[in-house]
């Protein structure tokens, strides 16, 4: 996120000068892998004196691989990658062959080094956790800390310091009158369209059929996703796997707001009432870590093996999505960023994705201009956030910020 910053090994209290200069970003690595492994002897979660929400040691594991995957592809450069998108006034999203850059400051690092400890810490995960059978058990509330649940951010209902505002955010809360508030957040079409038609992330993933914050002549105004989903509502298809059909009284509302693709799992909350919810967001699930090890095998056998198709292809199949198969190295490179950009949809991934392979920049420029005249364009200053002003101006050893800022 900032590049170069310094390290406080020990706390000022204790004796650490309070100005450090900004260390180096292998440092900063280090520092980080340092951590980690000490983490890895924390209490895992077999454990008896595990505290069920807390850190494990296979979060450590986890977190650790997801380093190694970005140090490792960060430093790659002429790798091709095909990422769908571009023009949004363009129907269906076009597959744009992006060539990956080298990240500023990871030119040292070794990919075929780090792709290693990437794949065999991943591997260390995936003996560990269990994926769940079916995709909206994920999101249940019953299986809060469970399964394939690594590492979750734990939230009270109610709670105005411990609960949060995600619910509202993106699917937005009832009020008492029977309205909406919020739900500002969604997926774009294009995101839509990465999807084969049965894919269960989208055909329960999605609410297709939601009440929105407006009233007209005392009805609730409903809308659907995306806009060519007209004929389904016209003929009153059904639009999940549960046998929810389409009425007939949907509206479809053009322009900004109304096309975006609100995600299921943001629903599962005990009171939906409540503007301060418990979602609990899942900030480390082992189809993430499955990923990470496809990539890592494909960069160091020049192609998938049999294990990553496996890996990839157990979360495709619990999606009823086509398993993949026969492709070769740069294919299935591109698949799997596609695959990350499908399953962890709002998981706080895709930008570091794009960025670890250094196409971020080229990736939310070909956008330019969202359907919601939502500006895309992203400048050198983006890659990285400002060093806070206050740091500047107290450490006598920061004299210059990064770039742009």
């Known amino acids: 996120n900032y590049g170069p910053v310094p390290i406080f090994r020990k706390s000022i209290s204790e004796g650490e000068a309070m100005s450090q200069p900004r260390a180096s970003v292998p440092d900063v690595y280090a520092h980080i892998i340092e951590l980690l492994e000490q983490a890895e002897g924390m209490y895992s979660k077999d454990d008896a004196g595990?505290?069920?929400?807390?850190?494990?040691?296979?979060?450590?594991?986890?977190?650790?691989?997801?380093?190694?995957?970005?140090?490792?592809?960060?430093?790659?450069?002429?790798?091709?990658?095909?990422?769908?998108?571009?023009?949004?006034?363009?129907?269906?999203?076009?597959?744009?062959?992006?060539?990956?850059?080298?990240?500023?400051?990871?030119?040292?690092?070794?990919?075929?080094?780090?792709?290693?400890?990437?794949?065999?810490?991943?591997w260390e995960v995936i003996n560990e956790y269990t994926l769940f059978d079916n995709y909206m058990d994920v999101w249940t509330i019953g299986n809060r800390n469970k399964g394939e649940h690594i590492w979750m951010a734990q939230a009270i209902s109610g709670d105005k310091d411990f609960g949060n505002t995600i619910c509202q955010d993106y699917v937005g809360i009832f009020k008492e009158d029977g309205t909406m508030d919020g739900n500002w957040y969604g997926m774009r079409d294009h995101w839509y369209l990465l999807f084969e038609e049965q894919d269960k992330r989208i055909v329960d993933g999605v609410i297709h059929r939601?009440?929105?914050?407006?009233?007209?002549?005392?009805?609730?105004?409903?809308?659907?996703?995306?806009?060519?989903?007209?004929?389904?509502?016209?003929?009153?298809?059904?639009?999940?796997?549960?046998?929810?059909?389409?009425?007939?009284?949907?509206?479809?509302?053009?322009?900004?707001?109304?096309?975006?693709?609100?995600?299921?799992?943001?629903?599962?909350?005990?009171?939906?009432?409540?503007?301060?919810?418990?979602?609990?967001?899942?900030?480390?699930?082992?189809?993430?870590?499955m990923l990470i090890y496809a990539e890592a095998v494909n960069e160091l056998n020049a192609g998938p093996d049999a294990e990553a198709y496996r890996q990839i292809n157990r979360i495709r199949t619990r999606a009823n999505a086509t398993p993949f198969s026969g492709m070769n190295q740069d294919e299935f490179r591109s698949a799997v960023l596609e695959e990350r950009a499908r399953e962890l949809a709002y998981e706080a991934d895709r930008r570091y994705d794009l960025f670890r392979w250094g196409i971020y920049l080229d990736v939310m420029n070909a956008i330019d201009m969202d359907e919601h005249n939502v500006t895309k364009r992203r400048l050198e200053r983006n890659l990285l956030y400002p060093i806070p002003t206050s740091e500047v101006n107290s450490n006598d050893k920061i004299d210059v910020n990064n770039p742009g800022w």
Do not use: C
């Not at 075929?112 to 810490?121: C, E």
């Not at 003929?235 to 796997?241: A, G, I, M, P, R």
């Not at 389409?246 to 975006?260: A, R």
């Open 50 to 122: 595990f505290v069920v929400g807390h850190a494990s040691s296979g979060a450590a594991k986890a977190l650790l691989a997801k380093v190694y995957v970005t140090m490792a592809s960060g430093a790659m450069a002429g790798v091709p990658i095909v990422v769908k998108g571009g023009d949004p006034n363009v129907f269906e999203p076009q597959p744009i062959t992006h060539i990956a850059k080298t990240v500023a400051g990871y030119e040292g690092f070794d990919p075929v080094k780090y792709y290693a400890l990437a794949r065999d810490k991943a």
């Open 210 to 289: 939601y009440a929105s914050d407006g009233i007209s002549n005392g009805k609730v105004i409903y809308n659907y996703y995306p806009r060519w989903y007209a004929d389904k509502v016209e003929n009153k298809e059904v639009y999940d796997s549960q046998g929810n059909a389409f009425d007939g009284t949907e509206v479809y509302h053009e322009g900004p707001g109304w096309t975006l693709a609100k995600l299921t799992k943001f629903t599962f909350v005990s009171d939906r009432k409540q503007e301060k919810s418990d979602f609990h967001f899942p900030l480390l699930r082992l189809p993430d870590i």
